[in-house]
């Protein structure tokens, strides 16, 4: 019997861990993490909960990553020649995006947390927690800058009486210099308020396939 060895069950599914005494340490000779490592033994049971996806921007890259329930960001590979599925951070996932210009992949944990993937590295930024559990998310590829909200759950996500509050609302994550690029004058977090004097009331305009475009 192997007394190291263990079957955990979470929300996420079953795994298997033979190092399961094992603690996150630090080696001094190769500073690498050692970690516990589990197994997915669900036998192809697919339930797999998917939060977000996106699709790899260039033609006959035949990838997707994607941010799932309790199980991690997955990177998929379906080409014929070298079919793969990895997960490439775990936690509950989130909203995820590939950058081709820069061979970037990005993933994310609740809480505003980023990973990004690049160069073989990743790179973690999780140093300011804020914003909803499933938290929105939408990246500039051009610019190398994540948008997202930091409105706490608290709120649901939901805001009213706008004139009358004044918090942060929006932050920009800027990855710039982690991939070797100018800044941009931006620090790592950028916040952006709503105006504390809002006479107006904030409107939406519906869009569809029939509407004549914006100016």
Do not use: C
């Not at 809480?111 to 160069?119: E, L």
């Not at 649901?156 to 009358?164: A, I, N």
């Amino acid at each position: 019997s192997n007394s190291d060895e263990a079957i955990v069950t979470t929300d996420g599914g079953i795994f298997r861990s033979e190092n399961f005494s094992s603690t996150v340490t630090l080696d001094d000779e190769n500073q690498d993490n050692i970690l516990t490592e589990f197994y997915n033994v669900n036998n192809q049971l697919n339930t797999t909960q998917y939060y977000h996806g996106s699709i790899h921007p260039e033609i006959n890259r035949e990838e997707a990553v994607g941010g799932t329930q309790d199980n991690g960001s997955i990177l998929v590979n379906w080409s014929a020649e070298n079919p793969s599925e990895k997960m490439i951070s775990g936690g509950d996932g989130g909203y995820s995006f590939f950058d081709h210009d820069d061979e970037v992949v990005i993933t994310m944990v609740y809480g505003n947390r980023y990973y990004i993937h690049y160069q073989n590295e990743v790179i973690y930024i999780g140093d300011n927690v804020n914003g909803l559990f499933l938290n929105p998310v939408a990246y500039d590829a051009a610019s190398n800058l994540l948008y997202s909200n930091t409105a706490s759950s608290s709120y649901g996500g939901l805001y009213t009486d706008l004139k009358t509050r004044y918090r942060d609302t929006l932050q920009i994550v800027n990855i710039n210099p982690l991939i070797g690029k100018d800044d941009l004058g931006l620090d790592t977090y950028t916040f952006i308020k709503l105006d504390q004097n809002l006479e107006e009331a904030i409107t939406a305009i519906s869009i569809d396939e029939n509407s004549d475009p914006l100016e």
